[in-house]
C-alpha cells in the first residue's frame, strides 16, 4: 500500500490533497533556500571582487599622485 492509499484510507480525498500541497510546500521551501544560499555566495563574491578593486584603484592613484609629484614638485 503507497502512502497515497494509505492517506486516503484515512482522510479521504482531503487527505491527498493535503499531501500533495504539504509535498509542494517542502519542495517550495527547498528551492527558497538553495536560492538564498545562491544569492548569499554571489554576494560574498561580488564584496571581494570589491576589495580587490578598491586596493588595485588606490595603488594606482598613489602612483599616479607619486609621479606628479616628481615631475612638478610638491606645492607650498
Known sequence: ???IEYIG???GIV???G?????AYKATVKQLRDDR?????????LIENDHQTREA???ALTEM???????N???K
Open 65 to 71: 599622485t607619486t609621479l606628479l609629484i616628481r615631475l
Open 37 to 45: 544560499k545562491f544569492m548569499e555566495d554571489r554576494l560574498t563574491k
Open 57 to 59: 584603484h588606490t595603488k
Open 19 to 23: 499531501y500533495l500541497i504539504f509535498l
Open 73 to 75: 614638485g610638491r606645492l
Open 1 to 3: 500500500m503507497s502512502i
Open 15 to 17: 487527505g491527498v490533497f
Open 9 to 11: 484510507s484515512i482522510g
